[in-house]
């Protein structure tokens, strides 16, 4: 997905990165502020115990940068591609790890534009699309489905969940968990040393606190 971003088809990733234990019992907590534009902050009520939980965002917060990470390849020159090798090529090549992507090699880097919290399934048709899901057809209205490669999904939304399933593990959308939702839009080159720069697969440049 990584790559869709890269292309323009992907606008918008959602993430559960530090959200684990309200993610335990979902249903238990409560959202009561959202404070990510001014300081990438989140507090949850537990409606058991009245405690409150606060949660930083580990992405960072509105203006804040990141850079599509993907798998590379390089030579003993130094030189990088970012398609795999023809067969007949590959010994004179050594695959990069999206996770080991530096910065500087980013084709295209983001700038984070909006950020807020809400449970999974409270995705709309539009966010689905920004997700940077496939559709075969806008007219029959049937998009991929992730998880079968033989079948195909009637909503984005739908598409949407099988590829989370896809990701985290059969039916792990169900439990409705509580996501980060994190927009950005492309960021002109000129700009890339003014701002915290963080990663995505989407990893992290100076002064930044995560990865996507």
């Not at 405690?51 to 990470?69: A, F, H, N, Q, S």
């Not at 590379?72 to 790890?97: C, L, M, S």
């Not at 939304?157 to 994190?182: M, T």
Request: hydrophobic content about 30%.
């Amino acid at each position: 997905m990584a790559r869709a971003a890269v292309a323009g088809a992907k606008t918008e990733t959602r993430r559960t990165k530090k959200l684990e234990r309200i993610n335990l019992e979902p249903d238990r907590y409560k959202l009561l502020d959202i404070l990510t534009k001014e300081l990438g902050l989140v507090i949850f009520s537990d409606t058991k115990t009245n405690e409150l939980v606060t949660i930083k965002c580990p992405y960072g917060k509105v203006g804040d940068g990141m850079y599509g990470r993907e798998t590379t390849w390089v030579n003993d020159h130094g030189d990088r591609i970012y398609e795999a090798p023809k067969k007949e090529y590959k010994k004179f090549w050594k695959t990069i790890p999206s996770l080991f992507m530096p910065a500087e090699a980013a084709r295209v880097k983001f700038i984070i534009s909006e950020m807020w919290i809400e449970r999974l399934r409270s995705i709309t048709e539009k966010s689905a699309i920004n997700e940077g899901i496939t559709c075969f057809s806008y007219e029959d209205n049937s998009w991929k489905d992730y998880l079968n490669e033989d079948n195909y999904e009637e909503s984005p939304q739908g598409s949407y969940f099988s590829l989370w399933d896809s990701i985290n593990g059969r039916d792990s959308h169900k439990p409705n968990p509580w996501v980060w939702v994190i927009k950005w839009k492309e960021l002109e080159p000129v700009l890339g040393s003014e701002i915290n720069m963080h990663g995505s697969s989407y990893c992290t440049g100076k002064n930044s606190q995560g990865c996507l």
